[in-house]
């Protein structure tokens, strides 16, 4: 959050009215927006809040106590002003107040990142998926399966293995929330899957019955979604607000991004276009990481550049990110054959560009969202 704010004299309801705000809610309001500068900026001396927010010295004081009163923020050193006092003490976000979890949930593996409220990854945790045995197959099974350094769990109880993975990587930290990302229509109004996924194990109730047994809220997304969001705060997309992710990986998907925020769609749906048939044929099986492997870049570009058509035509998103194994592994080359033969489909301007988010996309969105969870939690 960057800019001067230089009067907050009312605030606007939600039907378009302005009213006075009250001492309280104006307290609320500058807590909130220092808040969020230090977490943009890192440690910042009062002077520097002033200047960033607008605020008098009064104000900035009165703030400065509150928080730090409340166990949101420390002095953390002094800046290199040559003046020394209190206006140049750095003031930090209180890191350990909150943690949060974000978890990726895949046909094979579940993935754990446990961040402190900063942003801070302090430790990370994976297990394995089994399919589930059944009492007919573990009947046919001489000996148990042999162990391993790194042995499976069994998806019979994946709420259990994906508690296991998160208590696992908190260590004893108690969690503010925690995200799962899988495949699958999330449902918005239930918070739980809209249709089966093919993770082995998974059942409905599955998020609320991880909660339970960590005894912290768990949310639910669906991981394009999620991977759209690490995008747009650290990836391709940071600093436009319209775009589409193009998911290209085991499974094909997209995330629309309008205004900054994620459109999920009535059920959930929005940007399934694995389903869209194209050429007599489901897109996903088209340029699918199966089929993929077997075409060349030129191939893909054109399939993938169909796909991309139909989202462009209808939302006008300006940029397209192509991301998923396929994508990132195509790079440069393959985002910018998928532009040539996209502006042979389409007349919308778009520009086509590759994910560059480092390392799991789902996993990160995932830290993200809880961590914009817990921080309106903590902060207010």
Request: aromatic share 2%; with cysteine; glycine share 14%.
């Amino acid at each position: 959050m960057e800019g001067t704010l230089t009067n907050i004299g009312g605030v606007k309801t939600a039907t378009g009215d302005v009213k006075t705000a009250t001492p309280s809610l104006a307290r609320a309001i500058n807590d909130r927006l220092a808040l969020d500068l230090l977490l943009q900026h890192g440690p910042l001396t009062a002077p520097q809040l002033r200047a960033l927010t607008g605020l008098s010295r009064p104000t900035v004081s009165d703030l400065v106590e509150r928080l730090t009163g409340r166990g949101l923020i420390e002095v953390t050193g002094e800046c290199g002003e040559d003046r020394r006092g209190p206006n140049a003490r750095l003031y930090g976000i209180v890191a350990g107040r909150a943690h949060v979890a974000g978890v990726d949930v895949r046909r094979s593996a579940v993935h754990v990142t446990v961040a402190d409220l900063a942003g801070n990854a302090v430790r990370t945790s994976r297990r394995k998926i089994a399919p589930a045995l059944t009492e007919d197959s573990a009947a046919l099974t001489a000996d148990p399966p042999a162990l391993t350094a790194d042995p499976p769990g069994l998806a019979a109880d994946l709420p259990g293995l994906v508690a296991e993975a998160v208590a696992e990587a908190a260590s004893g930290r108690e969690l503010e929330a925690v995200v799962i990302g899988a495949p699958g229509l999330v449902d918005p109004r239930s918070g739980d899957l809209g249709s089966p996924n093919d993770v082995p194990g998974w059942r409905p109730g599955l998020p609320p019955e991880v909660g339970r047994r960590l005894g912290a809220p768990v949310t639910l997304e669906n991981e394009v979604n999620l991977a759209a969001v690490a995008e747009l705060r650290t990836g391709s997309a940071a600093g436009s607000e319209d775009f589409v992710l193009l998911w290209l990986h085991d499974g094909v998907g997209a995330a629309v991004v309008l205004g900054g925020r994620l459109r999920r769609g009535v059920s959930g749906g929005a940007g399934e276009i694995g389903f869209l048939e194209v050429d007599g044929m489901s897109y996903c099986d088209q340029v699918g990481a199966e089929a993929a492997r077997d075409l060349s870049p030129e191939a893909l570009a054109g399939r993938i550049a169909k796909g991309a058509a139909a989202l462009v035509t209808i939302l006008d998103p300006g940029l397209v990110v192509l991301g998923g194994a396929t994508g990132r592994a195509g790079g440069d080359t393959l985002a910018d054959l998928v532009s040539d033969r996209l502006r042979a489909l389409s007349p919308a301007p778009t520009e086509v560009r590759p994910s560059t988010v480092a390392g799991n996309a789902v996993l990160q969105g995932a830290v993200l969202t809880a961590l914009d969870l817990a921080r309106d939690a903590v902060f207010g």
